[in-house]
């Protein structure tokens, strides 16, 4: 441990941290500044920006031990606040530039840093500054943020007020079609919105921090699960495998029971205990007193494999000779034909223009910049509360109280702010990790997922593999068509 004298948003404080530690974590967690957002954690997308002397740092992978004696060190609570206004902040929210509002705070600390050094930019400055500084944001385009910074420099050389910017209602008080803030944008430009991870900042001291223990092969049979060596880790207070969960051990999504599914939603298991279906499946879960302590043990679980053929297409998996992945369940097992009008076969021999292809697209991960996050525990009432990211609460609803045989009033879902979606958590996984640990321990328990894990382990938009073939007659009219879709969502 040292002792660090830094100046920081204008107060001198001593700061006694682990030399090795990033300056966000001891910002976020030993100082409560948690205006300072953590993205990626690798110094990619900029969330976590904010001022070193002036300079737009990265803090995420800034370490404490580069930090010299009396720096002034500035972050998003040292720029404006709630009730006093930076010109960028007052901007941020006229132009709509805090949507998910995840990477606001990072950019308009580095809007500052611009202005600071180049009071008159132009549009084009702009944007090679959030460029050059890896400034990210999945939500905007980047127009609003431009718009915002030029209008904030205006303001700031003199040439308009924040009141000429400032939203004024119509005389007609009609609000659509007009740029009426968000509600929550004050919150989200000022840092004090307070996303999952800020949340779990704030939990009691008997809350558990859960790490996944994730396969690392994408197909195999399980031999064994050792958790003798991570039982032995500081902080473990419990490891949890298939063989705590009394026969719930079913991620059940019944509700996925349709005409044409030949999968009824509960072929996969909560923890992988026989097999492993895809990477990065979960196989255990390790409880700790920090996340560092379980992620620290989950590295201890050793797992012994029988390696499968890996499918690591849709046409793979989908060929004649491929062993099911989910024994029971053809790996194409939803089949929807849609057909209309008379035979096509006829119509293409006699058109006078045939044209076919195969075309793919690929798989694509959302990349938002707020990690999967979230907690769950038991409430006065006795109820399962999970509070998540999830932007459809019935699905993690059905999906916990199916899983573990609940009630449904005996389960509730609480949607925090959300640092972007897009589609991904339409899968309920995490909710019901987080609502198991709960279960079982009894206590309050928190998981937080890594970049790595958010880019593996969450829903993606899938690939697709489509074969076309169309017929046009001699004026150019289409009359008929022949196409075919594989979606692999595996």
């Known amino acids: 441990?040292?002792?660090?004298?830094?100046?920081?948003?204008?107060?001198?404080?001593?700061?006694?941290?682990?030399?090795?530690?990033?300056?966000?974590?001891?910002?976020?967690?030993?100082?409560?500044?948690?205006?300072?957002?953590?993205?990626?954690?690798?110094?990619?997308?900029?969330?976590?920006?904010?001022?070193?002397?002036?300079?737009?740092?990265?803090?995420?992978?800034?370490?404490?031990?580069?930090?010299?004696d009396n720096t002034e060190i500035v972050t998003i609570e040292g720029i404006g606040t709630p009730d006093n206004l930076h010109p960028i902040q007052q901007a941020w929210i006229v132009h709509g530039a805090a949507q998910c509002g995840f990477c606001s705070p990072g950019f308009i600390v580095s809007a500052k840093g611009l202005l600071d050094q180049n009071p008159n930019p132009t549009r084009e400055e702009v944007r090679d500054w959030f460029q050059r500084h890896?400034?990210?944001?999945?939500?905007?385009?980047?127009?609003?943020?431009?718009?915002?910074?030029?209008?904030?420099?205006?303001?700031?050389?003199?040439?308009?007020?924040?009141?000429?910017?400032?939203?004024?209602?119509?005389?007609?008080?009609?609000?659509?079609?007009?740029?009426?803030?968000?509600?929550?944008?004050?919150?989200?430009?000022?840092?004090?919105?307070?996303?999952?991870?800020?949340?779990?900042?704030?939990?009691?001291?008997?809350?558990?921090?859960?790490?996944?223990?994730?396969?690392?092969?994408?197909?195999?049979?399980?031999?064994?699960?050792?958790?003798?060596?991570?039982?032995?880790?500081?902080?473990?207070?419990?490891i949890i495998t298939a063989a705590d969960l009394e026969g719930k051990n079913v991620m059940a999504f019944s509700f996925m029971a349709m005409p044409n599914n030949k999968n009824d939603g509960r072929d996969r298991p909560v923890l992988c205990d026989k097999k492993v279906f895809q990477y990065g499946d979960p196989i255990a879960l390790v409880c700790a007193d920090t996340e560092e302590q379980a992620r620290a043990a989950a590295e201890k679980v050793k797992v012994e494999y029988e390696l499968l053929p890996a499918y690591m297409s849709g046409p793979e998996a989908a060929a004649p000779d491929a062993m099911e992945i989910h024994p029971g369940v053809p790996n194409v097992h939803f089949e929807l034909p849609v057909i209309k009008g008379e035979e096509t076969g006829p119509i293409m021999e006699k058109a006078p223009y045939v044209v076919e292809g195969e075309f793919y697209v690929q798989r694509q991960p959302h990349l938002i910049l707020e990690p999967e996050v979230g907690f769950a525990y038991i409430d006065?009432?006795?109820?399962?509360?999970?509070?998540?990211?999830?932007?459809?609460?019935?699905?993690?609803?059905?999906?916990?109280?199916?899983?573990?045989?609940?009630?449904?009033?005996?389960?509730?879902?609480?949607?925090?702010?959300?640092g972007a979606s897009f589609g991904y958590k339409l899968t309920p996984n995490p909710e019901v990790y987080m609502a198991v640990g709960t279960y079982i321990t009894g206590r309050p328990v928190a998981l937080h997922y890594d970049y790595a894990q958010q880019t593996y382990y969450t829903g993606k938009r899938a690939p697709m593999n489509t074969y076309a073939k169309l017929a046009a007659d001699k004026d150019g009219k289409l009359i008929a068509l022949e196409h075919d879709v594989l979606i692999d969502h595996g």
């Open 134 to 238: 890896r400034n990210a944001c999945r939500c905007t385009g980047y127009v609003q943020l431009v718009d915002a910074v030029m209008d904030a420099a205006r303001i700031l050389r003199g040439e308009i007020t924040m009141e000429d910017i400032a939203f004024k209602m119509p005389e007609d008080g009609r609000l659509l079609g007009t740029k009426y803030p968000r509600p929550d944008a004050l919150a989200k430009v000022t840092g004090t919105c307070d996303y999952g991870h800020d949340l779990v900042l704030k939990l009691p001291e008997n809350t558990l921090h859960m790490a996944m223990v994730n396969a690392k092969v994408s197909h195999a049979n399980i031999l064994s699960v050792d958790i003798s060596e991570a039982e032995k880790m500081p902080g473990v207070h419990k």
């Open 380 to 418: 006065d009432e006795g109820v399962l509360t999970v509070h998540t990211k999830s932007l459809v609460l019935a699905l993690p609803h059905i999906v916990i109280s199916l899983t573990l045989g609940l009630p449904p009033e005996k389960v509730r879902i609480i949607m925090n702010p959300v």
């Open 1 to 68: 441990m040292r002792v660090f004298r830094l100046n920081i948003n204008g107060i001198k404080r001593n700061i006694v941290c682990d030399p090795e530690e990033t300056l966000a974590n001891v910002l976020r967690n030993q100082l409560g500044l948690t205006g300072t957002k953590v993205g990626c954690g690798t110094g990619q997308c900029g969330a976590c920006s904010v001022l070193i002397d002036g300079k737009v740092v990265r803090s995420c992978v800034k370490k404490m031990k580069s930090i010299p």
